[in-house]
């Protein structure tokens, strides 16, 4: 064999190398929390733009009675890969990543306690997401049977299509991706805390995190094993959720909303997070009843065990069991709205500064409210009879999801985006977002209560003109648009920002917690010194020797 | 360091959830078959039970490997690894031609609930039981380049942890599926 002939012909210029700090192999091959952190975010937000569109596409059919713009199968498709993209694409891998990026900054540690295992995680979210986008080349398109994939519709032979498959495929890979970070997570947060950060003195959001991240580890697996089930009963033609062949369709939803109550929960709690950190320092007092806010988190993660058949009161299951999910359901109420109150009482009497993040976290608090109403008017079960799958839970979930969680995204993203990028954003293209956000969203959904209550079914490609449905759908279809014009002013504003955006300073916000002690954006090794941490927070105490929230605690 | 074990303690815990919803399947179609293979007239307690033993078995001889390397006798390290190997490997032969004994009465994860649940919960079981064996013969492999000097190895403590919860989950199904059936 002659050595001489190269299987592969030299480069021309030398290969990178993975100690070059620039260059996109320096990204890819990154196991730095920092990059890994913002690649999910930046992932998250072409997610976003695609899951965007596709709600559009939907609004837009549902624009007037009687309206083709697409064919009803496309309409099936869009709504869910809508919100299988929305809830799996973007919420939950921006929460985890803003968690990757941040965590390690706020208890003063150099890293994830598993740098390798946070980059798979990452990479087998990309990796879910392309083979759930990977079902738009086959022959049939993508899932038709919604987000949460009832059988026996999702099954042979309702669902001929490889759709599902790809569906539960990319979903399972994400999952897996899931549960790794949330095991990365709790070992990070309770062994690699900086010295002094005491569980009593952590940052809010490293307290929503872990609890968050309990909920993954103990809950994506119940969602895991359903997944592997469907894929059996589609793939090798086991019966678990096909009647016909003595499997139960009802065991299908039992073990979907075990695993999807809580997934609220996990898209939710991290926002508390984000919330908890920016009301302080935006009113410029620490958090009202700080115990409070991170008890009740571990309640609500507990109680939330335990209510998932309040989305199967229409099945029938029985007066008791009815009885008991209606009520263990309303429960929840207590320790979410404790923390209203808390939030609330930090603002009270504060000095308010309403920069964009404090007007995302202030509106945010508002629209939850309004969920968390609508919530526990569906928890009890002759409401949920009457506007169970109708436009009244769709209003009811989105202001959860969207009036909640990506409030507190947009509210986390202004408030973060200077440590990140070492640039501010701009404040007046963010009033802008800001406005359009709070007017299209309101008018896009507000309106949706009021067709569920007169009966307009969620999920259906076009309906019949009846008095009012035809203008309030309009309504709908419009704050839509303005939606969307509110994402391109955002796009627009990270692009600037990026590019032209006022230098920021290490702690443009004035805050207290450790990721504004190093630069912005911050060392490879985060940290030169992590200062001592002699309370909840350690640059208030830093600053202020004379007034430490905590008088008698010593430096360790 | 604490934090490799502390991960694969938490990761243990996860997957006992999915076995749990596994089991659960199982537990909830228990007693619907009225036609065709169910556990009582299809399944050999007795054969299964005496592989059972095996696996039981090599919860012991692991740990007695994880023993042998705090006393620093790494002969008996690799002895224990390889016996620990050899016994698991008996259990996963023993479950093959189980399996292959019901696929030649037709009776397969298709035919009805019984055979969809049984294997499904079987097979992860043992899939679980065959990823236990490749990182066992890894530590075998590393051991035998004099990799662990003791006291004290990670790799082997948290194979074991793993390979302790694989029986432990194994009890618990064949005592759903055998002894509920049977007893
Ligand atoms: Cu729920």
Known sequence: MSMKIPLVPENLK??????????????????????????????TLVFFIIGGLEALVIRIQLAQPEFDFISPEVYNQMFTMHGTTMIFFVVMPFLIGLGVYLVPLMIGARDMAFPRLNALSFWLVIFGGILLYYSF?????????????????????FSLNKGPTYWALGLLATGISSVASGLNNIVTILTMRAKGMTMRRLPLFVWMI??????????????????????????????????????????????FWGFGHPEVYIL??????????????FSRKPIFGYSFVAGSTVAIGLLSLGVWAHHMFAVGLGNVANLYFSLASMLIAIPTGVKVLNWVATMWGGKIWFATPMLFATAFIIEFVIAGLTGVAVASVPIDWVVTDSYFVVAHFHYALFGGSLFAIFAGIYYWFPKMTGRMMSETLGK??????????????????????????????????????????LISTIGAIILALSVIVFAWNIRRSLKHGEKA???????????????????????????????????????????LDEPNSKVV | MANNKMLVGFFVASESIFFVMLILAYVNFHGTVTDGPTAVNSLDPLRTGIFSLFL???????????????????????????VTIILGALFIYGQATEWFGLFAQNITISRNVFGTTFFTLTGFHGFHVCVGLLMLSILLVLAMFGDFKGPKSDGVECVSIYWHFVDGVWIVVYSVIYLWAFF
């Open chain 1, 210 to 255: 872990l609890v968050t991240s309990f909920l993954l580890v103990f809950v994506i697996p119940i969602i895991a094993s359903a997944f592997a089930m469907m894929l059996l009963d589609r793939l090798l033609e086991a019966t678990f959720f096909t009647p016909a062949h003595g499997g139960s369709a009802i065991l299908w939803q039992h073990f």
């Open chain 1, 14 to 43: 030398p290969l990178p190398r993975l100690k070059e700090n620039e260059g996109m192999l320096s990204w890819v091959a990154s196991v730095d929390h920092k990059q890994i952190g913002i690649m999910y975010l930046i992932s």
């Open chain 1, 432 to 473: 802008w977002h800001f406005w359009l956000t709070v007017i299209g969203f309101n008018m896009t959904f507000f309106i949706q209560h009021f067709l569920g209550v007169m009966g307009m079914p969620r999920r259906t490609y076009t309906y019949h003109d009846f008095p009012y449905w035809g203008s309030m759908n």
């Open chain 1, 268 to 281: 939710v709690l991290p926002a508390f997070g984000i919330i908890s950190e920016v009301i302080p320092v």
């Open chain 1, 137 to 157: 080349l086959t022959q049939s398109g993508p899932s038709e049977v919604g987000w949460f994939a009832y059988a026996p519709l999702s099954e042979k032979p």
């Open chain 2, 56 to 82: 039981l078995a090599s919860s012991f001889t692991v740990w007695l490997a994880g023993r042998s390397l705090s006393t620093k006798n790494h002969f008996m390290l690799k002895i224990w690894l390889f």
């Open chain 1, 505 to 547: 300073p290490d702690n443009p916000w004035n805050a207290w917690t450790l990721e504004w002690y190093t630069t912005s954006p911050p060392a490879v090794h985060n940290f030169d010194l992590v200062p001592p941490v002699r309370g909840r927070r350690p640059l208030w105490d830093l600053a202020h020797p004379d007034q």
